[in-house]
């Protein structure tokens, strides 16, 4: 079946640089979400890309999708310390049929060093 | 926004005791719920999807007698852990979309297990 790879596991910055987590799929996917989860709280959604090569951009969140939709990445710039939690890709199930059942990636923890 | 109401947000109960967990819908109706276990530091982990008005479909591994999924309304799905163990120790944490999955799915708090 799909698996969501994501790396890297954790990722350290200092307050200010930038951080990326990459999200790849063994299939194509039809769609890719993003969520985001602070320490201790809940997944919250970010963002959804549909088309090949979409580029996506929430403030200083940069978000892609490839162009044979088997990978996407989310890029923050010039990270803060409101940043920190654990990023989230998901996408559909193949076998889900008419309906959506989300398969997540492992997250990136991102640790914002002030 | 939408919102996803889920009660407890923790608790702490004895082997062989049986603990319910209830999420609700608060300003839309979901015909289909997900409930995830996550570990700490980990992925989330798909258990069962909980459909309106019919049985639970649980993924490979899950016990079905033991995670008892009731979803009777259009609001209201409930996960009950029977006999809990210290193994079933976790983070617990339901999931519903209120405009179509291409809108993105909205989560509970979680409820956090302590079996001791």
């Known amino acids: 079946g799909q698996q969501v790879m994501q790396i890297p596991q954790y990722q350290h910055v200092q307050e200010g640089e930038d951080f990326t987590t990459y999200c790849n799929s063994s299939t194509t996917l039809s769609n890719i979400q993003w969520y985001k989860q602070r320490p201790g709280g809940h997944p919250v959604f970010l963002i959804q890309?549909?088309?090949?090569?979409e580029v996506k951009k929430q403030k200083r969140l940069t978000f892609q999708f490839g162009e044979a939709k088997k990978n996407s990445s989310l890029h923050i710039t010039a990270t803060q310390t409101t940043d920190v939690g654990t990023y989230f890709c998901?996408?559909?199930?193949?076998?889900?049929?008419?309906?959506?059942?989300?398969?997540f990636g492992r997250g990136t923890s991102l640790i914002v060093h002030p | 926004g939408a919102v996803v109401s889920q009660h407890p947000s923790w608790v702490i109960c004895k082997s062989g005791t049986s603990v319910k967990i209830e999420c609700r819908s608060l300003d839309f109706q979901a015909t289909t719920m997900f409930w995830y276990r996550q570990f700490p530091k980990q992925s989330l982990m798909l258990m069962a999807t909980s459909n309106e008005g019919s049985k639970a479909t649980y993924e490979q591994g899950v016990e079905k007698d033991k995670f008892l999924i009731n979803h009777a309304s259009l609001t209201l799905s409930t996960l009950t852990v029977t006999s809990a163990h210290p193994e079933d120790s976790s983070f617990y944490i339901c999931?519903?979309?209120?405009?179509?999955?291409?809108?993105?799915?909205?989560f509970g708090s979680g409820t956090r297990l302590t079996v001791v």
């Open positions: 999931s519903a979309t209120s405009q179509g999955a291409n809108y993105g799915y909205t």
């Open positions: 890309l549909v088309k090949s090569g």
């Open positions: 998901a996408g559909p199930r193949p076998e889900s049929g008419g309906s959506y059942i989300p398969t």
